[in-house]
C-alpha cells in the first residue's frame, strides 16, 4: 500500500469524490454474455465506472492469480500446464477471492463467466453463501456478420497486450 504521505493531494481528493460518488449508487452483480467481439470488453469499463463496481474478466484473473503465485493460482497453473481446463471450482474460488477487495464492495461485473448451467450453479452457491445474488444478466446479441467484421479485424500488440482493430481503432504506426 502507498504511503498517502507521497501521494499527490489531488489524486486524493479526486479518490475522496469518487469514494462519495460510489457511496450514492445501488450495489449491482451484473453477469455479461455473448460472443467474443460482442462488446462486452468495451461496455464494461463504462458500465464499472458508472456504478462502482469491479470488472471480473475470468481470463484475466486466472493469470493474475498464477503470475501472484495464490493457492488457486498454483492449482490453476497445474491444470493448465497438464493442458487441461481449470475446473470451475477453482474459477468461482478466484471470483470468490476477487470479491473480498474493497473495489468490489459495491457490487461486480461477470465477463464471460458463467458460460455453461453447472458454471451458473456454482456460481449461485458461492453468492448463496454471501448472501447475495445476481441482479441482472445482459446478453450481448449480435449479427454474425458484424461479430466476423470485430473478431477478423482485431490485432493485439504482443509485448503490451494493447488491442488495435484495423477498421475501428487501427495503431497510430504499423509494425
Partial sequence: MANLEDVPTTDLFSEVLRRMKCSTKPD????????????????????????????????????????????????????????????DDLVVGIIDDALKKPSCQKGFILDGFPRTVVQAQKLDEMLKN?????????????DDRILEERITG???HPSSGRSYHTKFAPPKRMG
Avoid at 451484473?30 to 467481439?37: A, E
Fill in 28 to 87: 449491482k452483480r451484473l453477469i455479461l454474455v455473448g460472443p467474443p467481439g460482442s462488446g462486452k470488453g468495451t461496455q464494461s469499463p463504462i458500465i464499472k465506472d458508472e456504478y462502482c463496481l469491479c470488472h471480473l474478466a475470468t481470463g484475466d484473473m486466472l493469470r493474475a492469480a498464477v503470475a501472484a503465485k495464490t493457492p488457486l493460482g498454483i492449482k490453476a497453473k497445474e491444470a493448465m500446464e497438464k493442458g487441461e481446463l481449470v475446473s
Fill in 130 to 142: 454471501r448472501g447475495v445474488k445476481v441482479d441482472k444478466v445482459l446478453n450481448f446479441a449480435i
Fill in 154 to 156: 482485431r490485432w493485439i
